[in-house]
């Protein structure tokens, strides 16, 4: 299933309209598996700590498309730059869900536009989050980011290498399980219900090879897009990439805000971040370097550029989230122009770079 050569005959506009066409219809696709995904994952997860449950049942849920995407675009899609796409694609999702996210949260809970005349309905004034697991996960994300850009100044990345980001998602889930020690979860929501162990099972594998089929498509969408418009494939990976595969991210942190659950909405876009780096870049770099030996790192600005904005950026909101007692709307429009501020520095020291 190779795209680029069936579309290679059409001109520019053709060609642009199909490529977003997969994009969308990817995207569509990703959202609906990883919701099934999601819902068998929870039954058989349900008696973890809640803790435990979303940094890893949770987290496997909705950065699923991460993992797979990473893996088609190092071991099937092929690019010169495969694994700065795949770099970039999954840091550039963590950088998507700790803006993006957190701005669609804020919108949701604030209030809502009204689809059938222009306005907006204010629903709350402000509202007021959790800071200790904002705390949590901060610590856990920066430092995961912190040993990543660590990695990414060397010339050649190894097996060694995917096996630090992999090995660091330990401790975070250790401290996790310590910090629920002691609690069983035996509430079984109506979709759990649903299923039995062995339904369950059916579901998450049906899932799964749905997602790797929809993730084969995104890398080739990632690569074909970039090569039409004649850019590195760093620069579609790292936003059209990176946006469709955080769909499922962003809604069910929506989900989340409209029912009232603000510290789940917030703390879900962070805490999958640091799965996104640790599991679904290191998993498959570790396994492609003990395959096919270690891995030139891209020599081009993106990945100094990626390697700035990436801990500048979670820092910055961070600060935005923690240091005010209460969010209010203006923060929505603070991390509007920050995630424009950021799609602006990739792009100028992409195409300065060119």
């Given at each position: ?13 053709p ?10 219809v ?11 995904f999601?819902g ?5 997860g ?7 449950k979303?940094a890893?049942?949770?987290a ?17 899609v092929q690019s ?9 694609l ?5 950088v ?27 629903r ?15 610590i856990a ?9 660590t ?14 980001l ?8 250790a ?5 629920s020690?002691?609690h069983?979860?035996?509430?079984v ?10 339904s ?16 084969y ?12 418009f ?12 990176a946006a ?18 603000e ?26 370097s003990l ?17 700035i ?25 603070v ?20």
């Amino acid at each position: 299933m190779h795209f680029s050569g069936v579309l290679e005959n059409l001109t520019f506009w053709p060609q642009l309209a199909v490529w977003f066409a997969i994009l969308v219809v990817v995207s569509i696709i990703i959202a609906k598996a990883c919701d099934y995904f999601e819902g068998a994952a929870d039954f058989l997860g349900r008696h973890l700590p809640p803790g435990v449950k979303g940094a890893t049942v949770n987290a496997a849920g909705s950065s699923m498309p991460e993992l797979l995407s990473a893996v088609a675009l190092l071991f099937f899609v092929q690019s010169y730059d495969s694994l700065g796409a795949g770099i970039a694609l999954t840091a550039g999702s963590a950088v998507f869900n700790t803006v993006f996210i957190p701005l669609c949260v804020v919108i949701a809970i604030m209030g809502t536009f009204r689809l059938g005349a222009i306005g907006w309905a204010a629903r709350k004034s402000e509202i007021e989050i959790s800071k200790t697991s904002l705390i949590r996960d901060g610590i856990a994300l920066i430092s995961a980011e912190i040993v990543l850009i660590t990695l990414l100044s060397q010339k050649v990345l190894t097996w060694v290498d995917g096996a630090i980001l992999v090995a660091i998602y330990i401790p975070y889930v250790a401290y996790m399980w310590w910090q629920s020690r002691g609690h069983r979860n035996e509430n079984v929501d109506e979709e759990n219900q649903r299923h039995t162990t062995s339904s369950a099972w059916g579901v998450l594998a049906v899932s799964v090879a749905v997602l790797v089929v929809a993730c084969y498509a995104l890398a080739e969408s990632v690569i074909g897009t970039a090569q039409l418009f004649d850019v590195n494939d760093f620069v579609t990976a790292i936003f059209l990439g990176a946006a469709a595969s955080s769909v499922p991210d962003t809604i069910l942190s929506i989900k989340d805000a409209r029912k009232g659950k603000e510290d789940d909405a917030i703390s879900n876009a962070v805490g999958s971040n640091t799965f996104d780096i640790c599991i679904a870049l290191g998993l498959p770099l570790l396994a492609y370097s003990l395959i096919n030996g270690p891995v030139e790192m891209p020599s081009h600005e993106g990945i100094q550029t990626l390697r700035i904005g990436l801990v500048l950026i979670t820092l910055t909101v961070f600060a935005i989230f923690l240091i005010p007692k209460r969010i209010k709307l203006w923060h929505a429009f603070v991390l509007a122009g920050l995630y424009a501020g950021w799609v602006f520095f990739a792009l100028n020291a992409e195409f300065a770079w060119i």
